[in-house]
């Protein structure tokens, strides 16, 4: 029998292409009358939000765009944030943009109800006291899985760090998961966050707090993903592949609601809050040499992966098979023109030895491993990488 699961979802979820454009009926039926567009200043002078902010006119809103979000948004933007909703008279957040304008609005719509709530005190796990406004996500990239998850992650300029926020109450309300946004997305970004949703489905797998369903939906994720991800790159306008790969990020993000992600997401984030390397690109860098750390003692675990990524593994030894499913992450990320090394970003050697203890400080992360992590074994990795 498999393991207990909790698996808490918006209440909605809808995956169909131009479904975007249900976001003001999907906000009227959450009771919003002024409701708050968040973006961030790239998604900003999109024609796909201005059909949506006519179409909350046209249902009888007043609609307010907020579009200062940040790549990696810093902590104290939140601030401002929720003081202007609140000021609007905001009553529901729609997000519109990758996973930082997503995590970035299911954050503020908690401060923008509950003003004494302080971001550095709801990190960690189950923290935020109460559900905030209503929030609707619509992802622009197909990667993040925010648009399901309960976390949030921000950056804390002072210490250099980013951290996560994780909690129930984050949850959305609704996302509208609509492929055809991602159409004509640049190739870096696609890569990016692609190979962000395939750590997404490999993590939530292997992750120690994993259950059968977070399994196979994980699996369902890399059948998707491992097949498209390229071709989106290559074919930024190729419907099939596009609509393959949001599926694949949807299930990757539904897989890790349940179980979080693991080293590789702990590892990614002293890379994105000291260097400021997007997520998707730190994901992908500390991918091999993580993974490579896991393959000792958890190869079996590595079996039904490397299936899902279309290798053949009849008379394989697990360790064979895990190395091939290895093989093949690698080569993906590389044909994805994603960078790989550490020293490709800019960073210097000596900051492995500051980042290994970062990293030990996202213990919800790190106590998924698979193969446990010592701050050691951390630093070592980090080398490794570098
Ligand atoms: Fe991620």
Not at 257 to 262: I, K, L, R, V
Not at 328 to 341: S, W
Not at 352 to 374: D, F, Q, V, Y
Request: aromatic content about 6%.
């Amino acid at each position: 029998m498999t393991r207990p699961f909790n698996f808490r979802m918006p209440r909605e979820v809808i995956f169909e292409a131009g479904c975007s454009a249900l976001a003001a009926s999907k906000a009227a039926a959450l009771g919003a009358k002024r409701p708050v567009f968040v973006t961030g200043r790239s998604m900003a002078e999109s024609s796909e939000l201005a059909r949506l902010l006519d179409g909350a006119k046209a249902a009888g809103m007043e609609p307010l765009h907020w579009r200062e979000v940040e790549p990696e948004p810093p902590a104290a933007l939140l601030y401002r944030a929720a003081a202007d909703i609140r000021d609007f008279g905001g009553d529901c957040l729609i997000a519109f943009g990758g996973g930082s304008s997503m995590d970035f609005a299911k954050m503020a719509a908690v401060l923008a109800k509950y003003p004494a709530i302080r971001v550095d005190e709801m990190v960690g796990s189950e923290r935020v006291p109460a559900r905030g406004l209503p929030t609707v996500m619509i992802p622009t990239t197909a990667g993040s899985g925010s648009e399901v998850s309960a976390v949030a992650v921000f950056s804390f300029p002072e210490d250099k760090m980013k951290k996560g926020v994780a909690s129930g109450n984050m949850v959305a309300d609704a996302a509208l998961v609509d492929p055809l946004l991602t159409l004509g997305l640049p190739a870096h970004i696609t890569a990016a966050a692609g190979m962000d949703a395939l750590v997404h489905a490999v993590e939530s797998y292997l992750s120690l707090g994993t259950n059968r369903l977070t399994q196979d939906l994980a699996l369902a994720a890399i059948r998707k993903i491992v097949p498209n991800l390229a071709l989106c790159v290559r074919e930024p306008g190729n419907i099939g592949a596009r609509t393959a790969q949001a599926y694949g990020s949807l299930t990757a993000g539904m897989a890790f609601a349940m179980s979080g992600t693991a080293g590789v997401h702990a590892m990614a984030y002293p890379l994105g809050g000291e260097f400021h390397v997007p997520h998707g690109e730190a994901n992908t860098a500390m991918l091999r040499w993580v993974m490579e750390y896991n393959l000792e003692g958890c190869s079996e675990k590595f079996v039904p992966i490397a299936e899902a990524m279309g290798i053949r593994t009849e008379g394989m030894s697990p360790e064979r098979a895990a190395s091939a499913a290895l093989d093949a992450m690698i080569a993906l990320g590389e044909e994805c023109g994603v960078k790989t090394r550490l020293r490709d970003f800019g960073i210097p050697k000596e900051a492995c030895s500051r980042m290994a203890p970062a990293a030990m400080k996202e213990k919800r992360l790190i106590g998924n491993n698979p193969r446990k992590l010592t701050e050691e074994a951390v630093r070592k990795i980090y080398e490794r990488a570098w």
